[in-house]
């Protein structure tokens, strides 16, 4: 009997479900985890087609995890290649988990609030989730840097890879199978639409859409919105009077944030930099010291214009452009670095 009873009403619930609209509509259509290019795709948007090429061999996105955290895999043979960079890794720059709050704005202040709560450093290239829902790189500026070299790589992710493999990286260019595995890899980083400021009203709207209830365009348009489909970068140019600084008031705490998530990242532990920093006073003093000079241990130059791989050590520093680090939180760094030194 009370088979019975739990028989039917699994079968009442199984029946409200399938002819509840609502909750047919934002169970099964989209929902929160659905990929953000496939909901596109399926609104007729502008969906990217860069999609990993699987059948060569030994291409797999483990492989391509392993390169991009580790530097190097196993090829099919079950032999190591030489690492692709001797300096860096790619997690030496970019994260490899949502850095911004809200994906329509390139915003590092809001980025460097988020990604402390996250426990996330917070670095000069854009963070690689997402990095396949993009359409455009090395953008802004950064042909300035590169040249005829971002030509290629402008609107194909996979010489946009290239170009960081050996450009920004410093390291050799990864040979097919390796390339296809790191897209492939990058493709388990897609973005879904949980990461955007979607309202449920909106979500309702797009599963719609889906549906043809509503404007499949005006759908597509709005989950479009809801992210940047290319990182602006914006080169700047230290102060022009070092002393004086940018014409903003510093806020320490701030600045501390910057010290510990972005330099330590790479100069503590001298982890990706023979030039050595942690919290002690003799480190802060020695950048309150350059601060504002010229000379190569300056902060504003660093910050501004990276420093250039030099023959025979090819580790360099990436500069921030304005996008990565505001002349607001420079003067905050400043701040906390004079704060710390007294
Ligand atoms: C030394 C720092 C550094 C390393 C190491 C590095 N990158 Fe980059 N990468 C950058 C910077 C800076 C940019 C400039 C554009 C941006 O990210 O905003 C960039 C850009 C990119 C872009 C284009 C992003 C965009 O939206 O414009 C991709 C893709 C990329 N890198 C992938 C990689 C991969 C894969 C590796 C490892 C093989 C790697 N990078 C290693 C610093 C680095
Ligand atoms: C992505 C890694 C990375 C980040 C983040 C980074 N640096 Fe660097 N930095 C380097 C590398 C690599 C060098 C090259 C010098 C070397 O290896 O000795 C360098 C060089 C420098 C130099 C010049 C040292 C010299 O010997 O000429 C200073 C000063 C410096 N960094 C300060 C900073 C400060 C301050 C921050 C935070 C705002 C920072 N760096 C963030 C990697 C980084």
Known sequence: M?????????????????????????ADIVNKKSKVNTTLKKLDGNAVK?????????????????????????????????????????????????????????????????????GLPFLQGTTLYGAVNRTSFYNGDYDKKYGDLVKPARNNIREAIQLCAVECAQGRKLKPWELESVLAYLWTLELRLSDLDLSEEELVNISD?????VDKAAAAQLVESKFLKASPATFVTP??????????????????????????????????????????????????KHFDRYSRYSVYQVARYGTPPTYGKRAYMPQYTLEKMSNQQLEDLKAYIKERSK
Not at 3 to 26: E, G, Q, R
Not at 51 to 68: F, Q, T
Not at 91 to 102: A, F, G, L, R, V
Not at 265 to 283: I, Q, T
């Open 209 to 213: 859409a889906i549906n043809g209830k």
């Open 239 to 288: 102060p022009e009077d070092r002393k004086a600084g940018y014409p903003k008031q510093g806020n320490p705490k701030n600045g501390a944030l910057i010290y510990e998530n972005s330099c330590l990242h790479c100069h503590g532990e001298s982890r990706y930099s023979y030039y050595a920093l942690d919290h002690s006073k003799f480190s802060v003093r020695h950048l309150e």
């Open 50 to 118: 860069h999609y990993p090429d699987l059948s060569i061999k030994g291409a797999s996105s483990i492989v391509g995890e392993n390169l991009v955290l580790n530097g190097f895999s196993e090829n099919i043979k079950g032999k190591t290649l030489p690492k692709q960079s001797k300096h860096f890794v790619c997690t030496s720059c970019h994260n490899i988990e949502k850095e911004d709050p809200d994906l329509s704005v390139a915003d590092p202040q809001a980025r460097l609030i988020y990604t402390a709560k996250k």
């Open 2 to 26: 009370q088979y019975f009873f739990s028989i039917t009403i699994f079968f009442i619930v199984l029946m409200s479900a399938t002819f509840s609209p609502k909750s047919k509509v934002n």
